[in-house]
């Protein structure tokens, strides 16, 4: 039974709140600046998604909403954790069309997050055992643990450092993949260079011990990340092309001694090629929780230096949603667990309406429906 006060919102008008304001992003035309995050789901049985998907990202489509897609690995080779979706084969070519054909049934504009895990991989079940992962280094990751418990749930094994002549392979394999993706019909990629994993392990000067020409400088740190930048777009064309960085963040102890100068580098240079966006994530996200107030300008000067679509994401609830964009420090904000546990989230906005809360203990088990396509709509009409 839906609340009197706001059925009377939902048949009346509503004032118009600037994350529900139009955007042109490049050739798309989005109706809101509300987005889906790229969001891990562990539910791509054996590297592939499943039909289940279908319903989980139709369900958070709104005609003009743009949505990425969870990270999708590039090769077999780096195939990191179990029941991760992959973008290397026609078979998963096959496979994400039904997805991304749902998505666009709905009006919705869905981009491919492009992943390499490197190092922060779970060797135990891949099919080349035995070989280690690979990394910018040869230092393994600390072990994953449970805060709560204490309990270590995932020793990483050490990683293999890349020779240069191997970077270049990984560097096609994302080119290959870029191509993939929009041959199953989406609309363009986001490549993956957040969150400690292979790209931001070269980004990290805590993590990057190389001599060589991609270790050392700033410059020579972010080279990877440029040559996979590069070359995509030159597949796919540079205004369906967006990254994903956290200059910030430490996770899978990927730390840099000058978080906000590498920052501002990179969305300088990313300048140079004309990508679509650059999607960063909040300091604060390295937080466990966030105060629904909490303000942050941590992202502003990578904003000023960015030409293009500039995307926040971490931390963030209507009202400081609505503050980023009104103050214009961000185009468009990302919304992951508010997005998961509410698959009708820009609706609840529009109309300030309670919102669902999110089931930590349901995000990675794997299950079809739990946790995935089972939270409620507000007037339970998906």
Request: proline share 7%; aromatic share 10%.
């Amino acid at each position: 039974m839906l609340d009197p006060l706001l059925c009377q919102k939902m048949e009346g008008q509503t004032e118009q709140i600037p994350l529900l304001t139009p955007y042109k992003m490049g050739n798309f035309q989005l109706a809101h600046r509300i987005v889906l995050p790229p969001l891990t789901r562990f539910r791509s049985y054996n590297s592939f998604p499943q039909s289940h998907a279908i319903l989980y990202y139709s369900q958070r489509t709104s005609n003009g909403g743009f949505l990425i897609a969870e990270a999708t690995v590039i090769s077999r080779a780096a195939q990191g954790f179990k029941d991760t979706p992959g973008i290397w084969s026609k078979e998963h070519i096959c496979a994400w069309k039904p997805i991304v054909e749902a998505v666009h049934a709905k009006g919705g504009i869905f981009f491919c997050q492009l992943w390499h895990p490197g190092r922060a991989s779970d060797q135990s079940f891949e099919p080349n055992i035995g070989h280690p992962p690979v990394s910018s280094t040869d230092k393994p990751c600390s072990p994953f643990i449970d805060t709560s418990t204490g309990q270590v749930l995932l020793e990483y094994s050490p990683p293999r450092r890349l020779k240069p002549d191997e970077i270049s392979v990984i560097v096609n394999d994302f080119r290959v993949a870029a191509r993939n993706a929009m041959e199953a019909g989406f609309d363009g990629v986001e490549i993956h260079g957040a969150n400690g994993y292979l790209i931001d392990q070269f980004l990290k000067d805590q993590v990057n011990d190389r001599s060589d020409e991609y270790g050392g400088s700033l410059e020579n740190r972010c080279r990877l990340a440029f040559e996979v930048v590069e070359s995509v777009a030159n597949e796919i064309g540079a205004d369906r092309v967006g990254i994903r960085l956290s200059p910030f963040s430490n996770h899978m102890d990927c730390r840099d001694s000058d978080p906000e100068a590498l920052g501002i580098y990179m969305a300088k240079s990313l300048n140079k090629y004309g990508i679509l966006y650059c999607h960063m994530i909040e300091s604060r996200a390295e937080a466990t929780e966030y105060e629904s107030n909490q303000w942050s300008d941590s992202l502003v000067p990578m904003r000023q230096a960015f030409n293009g679509t500039f995307i926040a994401a971490g931390g963030y609830d209507r009202e400081n949603g609505n503050d980023a964009i009104a103050q214009e420090r961000a185009d468009l904000i990302g919304y992951g667990r508010l997005f998961l546990a509410n698959p009708d989230l820009p609706k609840r906005f529009e109309l300030d309406a309670p919102l669902n809360k999110y089931r930590r203990d349901t995000f990675y088990t794997g299950d079809p429906v739990v946790g995935y396509t089972d939270y409620p709509f507000l007037n339970n009409d998906q």
